[in-house]
């Protein structure tokens, strides 16, 4: 059985502000919480309906019914359990090898996909813009399919820690060099833009290489790739020769 | 004003069996609806809520308002117009160059983005299983920011289809042979799988050339890629040094 407070605390934490007055998020889904109770996420309290995770101590485990779990729950469809967990300390930023710069990206999806591809990427590092969407969001942990415990993610102020770094910056433009032709080395840092503006224009300032993705066939009339599917293209060129 | 009629027909198009039965679908937003316009999409009715798409004839063409637009829009937040397009006849399908083929993908944005990503690449022609989930689909229509015009989706029987073809076929799986050193050529059909069970069985047994995209890093633990941005990396091989 939920209590009523539970309920009112699980729903707040659908927002923003009260994951983070609370210090809390939640995870949906068999797979992701595993992951997440494998890793070094500190459990708080985890419901099911199916009466599994037995491994879990009974005060931080309560069995309930769909019902229940469809009051708690983000998605349309419930799967069979939901966990709240604690939001670890951010831990220092990891200023080596691929590093990929988010500016402004919007969309939960996107993003929760973008961690997954720097998962199998062995990308270890994400630096957020403030603006960006939060990675505790639970569209976005629902996304990450578990690579949230894997990659390390940072919000901080992009333009100022661009300004900073001495790594090289790349960013793709429409007018940018030959991905494809390019030598790219195994220590940088890879931005992508908004999904409707691409790169900010302050951002673009701190761009030392400037890359395309060719488009192919004859009418050459797509604008844009989506942003995950660029990153999944850039990181794939970046780590093909490494 | 939109009629009642109107409403309930347009409604009903949410629905594959009312676009097949009517043989129309409808997409949203000026870009999509442009480029809908401007190829061999024959309109059957634009609604719009800002007296814009001056050239489209008055007949076909209802100024509402932001109410109407709600009562018929797929979307949460509804763009400014609404566009009912009568549903081509199925082009012949294209036997040359890279072809990609979907079995049984299931998530509308996942199909749209694949449509973009084939516009990108300059793929002419994608081959779905009848259980893909239909091109017509708003949701499709929508992810495809107007790809949709430019590519020819067609649904067979994709393990007839597969049996019969004379085409190298592609698949990629955990044990395959590493894309990034395979000799990958310039004609071929390059099947994608399920989102959760990746590619059938029965599916599985016409791939003459089983790929992998190595995974990177120490953990190596994430399990798989989003169909969708797998899809961009094996695109972006094969047409990397045509």
Avoid at 16 to 36: C, D, S, T, W
Avoid at 52 to 61: E, N
Avoid at 87 to 97: F, L, M, R, V
Avoid at 177 to 197: R, V
Wanted: aromatic residues 8%; glycine residues 6%; charged residues 20%.
């Amino acid at each position: 059985m939920v209590s009523k407070n539970q309920i009112k605390l699980i729903s707040g934490l659908h927002q923003k502000k009260q994951r983070f007055a609370n210090q809390l998020f939640f995870a949906e889904g068999v797979k992701v919480i595993q992951e997440l109770l494998q890793s070094n996420f500190e459990l708080e309290h985890l419901y099911t309906t199916l009466n599994d995770f037995q491994t879990v101590h009974a005060s931080k485990r309560t069995v309930i019914n769909e019902q229940e779990l469809k009051k708690i729950s983000a998605l349309s469809t419930p799967n069979s359990c939901l966990a709240v967990f604690k939001i670890p300390a951010e831990k220092e930023i990891i200023h080596s090898g691929l590093i990929l710069a988010l500016d402004d990206i919007r969309d939960p999806g996107n993003l929760g996909t973008i961690l997954r591809l720097c998962d199998w990427f062995g990308i270890e590092q994400i630096i957020c813009s403030k603006e960006t969407v939060d990675i505790y969001n639970p569209k976005v942990v629902q996304a990450t399919m578990g690579s949230i415990t894997r990659v390390n993610v940072s919000y901080v102020d992009l333009k100022l820690f661009l300004a900073q770094t001495k790594l090289p910056v790349f960013g793709t433009f429409m007018d940018g060099e030959n991905i494809y032709q390019s030598k790219l080395p195994q220590d940088g840092i890879i931005i992508m833009g908004n999904e409707a503006n691409g790169i900010s224009e302050e951002i673009e300032k701190t761009v030392t290489s400037r890359l395309t993705i060719p488009r192919f066939g004859e009418l050459q009339k797509t604008e844009s790739l989506n942003v995950a599917t660029a990153t999944a293209i850039i990181l794939s060129e970046f780590k093909r020769n490494s």
